[in-house]
């Protein structure tokens, strides 16, 4: 049985910074692109990060560019999402996602086929 277990999310005050990490199990993700999405309260879920098996590819939804760096460890099956200068509409349960498709597909939710629990991240101002 595929696991994506999330763990780093808590309460920050804005500028601030957090690490979520995603340790995989049940299979190995080594060639399949994993990632981040995002879903505030009232609002769907969204796109945050991805990064190729190969850790070659990444992308990331406009508003975290520069402040969010994604980035994985095939020995440790585990993606990361290092979180910078955090703001309070960062607020949302942060998700663990990867795909049996292409990174390029994945910035869609219809394209994640394994997802996290999900981790809530707070950002006060």
């Known amino acids: 049985q595929v696991q994506l277990v999330e763990s780093g999310g808590g309460l920050v005050q804005a500028g601030g910074s957090l690490r979520l990490s995603c340790a995989a199990s049940g299979r190995t993700f080594s060639s399949d692109p994993m990632g981040w999405f995002r879903q505030a309260p009232g609002k769907e879920r969204e796109f945050v990060a991805a990064?190729?098996?190969?850790?070659?590819?990444?992308y990331y939804k406009n508003s975290v560019k520069g402040r969010f760096t994604i980035s994985r460890d095939n020995a440790k099956n585990t993606v990361y999402l290092q979180m910078n200068s955090l703001a309070p509409e960062d607020t949302a349960v942060y998700y663990c996602?990867?795909?049996?498709?292409?990174?390029?597909?994945?910035?869609?939710?219809?394209?994640?086929?394994?997802w996290g629990e999900g981790t809530l991240v707070t950002v006060s101002s």
């Open positions: 996602a990867a795909s049996r498709a292409t990174i390029a597909t994945m910035t869609s939710d219809r394209n994640v086929h394994y």
């Open positions: 990064i190729s098996g190969s850790g070659d590819n990444i």
